[in-house]
C-alpha cells in the first residue's frame, strides 16, 4: 500500500516524531514540518499509512491559513521546503511538508465546539455539562448547540490521553490573558470556517487549535488547522440529530476499529487496504469539496 509512514532526512537536524509530522530543524528559528501518512487513533499510531494522507492534510491546512490569515498571526513561511532538502529526499516532503516559524506551543489544547458529539456527548450525557459549561437539558447526539462553547484540553504525551479541562483550568496553565485570547481566536476561527463550510455542504461539528508564543508573548496560530484530523466534517446532506453521522474525517477507521478485539493500546489491528482507501478518498473528498 503506498505511503509514507516515517521519514528519513540527512539533510537537516531531526527534532521529533510525533502521531502524524516529523519535524526537523531549519537554522535555530524554523522549522520542517512534514505530514506523513501515519493515522492516530484513539492515542495509538497505526501501521498501516492512509495513502496520500499527509498530502491532503498540508493542501486543507495551507488553504486555512491563507484563507485567515488576517485574523490572526501564524507560524507560515513563503520557504520552499524542497529547496532546504538533497534531490534524493525530495519525495520525503514534496506537497507534504511546510517550514514554519518556530514559537514556544501553549500547554493546551483549544476545542472549540458547535455541536455535542464525541467525549462531549458522553460528558454531557453524564454530567449534563461539557468541560463545566452547563448545557440545556434533553439534547440529542449530534445536535447543533445554542451557541458555540470553548472546551480545551491537556496536551498529553505520545500514547497518554488529552483530558478535559475546565476553562479556569486552562487559566491557571497558560495565564488568565493568554487563555482569553486563546478562546477569542479559536471561536472566531471556527465560526468562521464553519460558516464558510456550510456554503460547500459541509458542517463542521468541533475542532482543535494549538496555539504557540513568539519570544515577545504574541500568540500565534500554529500546527495544522481544520483538517479531517484535528475536526469533525459531516456532510450536510446526510445530517440528522440522534446519532453519529458519517464524516469525511478518520472516523471511518474509528468505526471499524470498533468493530475489532482489540484493547485500544499498541499494536493497533492491521488496517485492511479497503478500510484505508475509502478513508483517503474521504480525505479528498473534503479537500476538493472545501478549496474548489
Known sequence: MAGILETNLKSLPFLHRGKV???????????????TDRLSAFDVILDDPIPNKGKILTSMSNFWFKKFGHLMPNHMTDIDP????????REQVEGRAIVVKKFVPLGIEAIVRGYIIGSGWKDYQKTGAICGITLPAGLQEAQKLPEVIFTPSTKAPMG?????????????????????QVRDAAINLYSQA???????????ADTKFEFGLDAAGTVHLIDEILTPDSSRFWPASSYQIGMSPPSFDKQFVRDWLETQDWNKKAP???VPAEVAQVTSDKYAEALRLLTE
Open 194 to 204: 464553519a460558516e464558510y463550510a456550510a456554503t460547500k455542504g459541509i458542517i463542521i
Open 82 to 89: 524542497v529547496s532546504l532538502v538533497a534531490p534524493e529526499e
Open 21 to 35: 509530522r516529523d519535524i526537523y530543524a531549519v537554522g535555530d528559528d524554523m522549522l520542517l514540518v512534514i505530514q
Open 160 to 180: 497518554a490521553h488529552d483530558e478535559n479541562i475546565s476553562f479556569a483550568e486552562a487559566e491557571k496553565i497558560v495565564g488568565a490573558d493568554i487563555a482569553r
Open 268 to 270: 493497533a489491528p492491521k
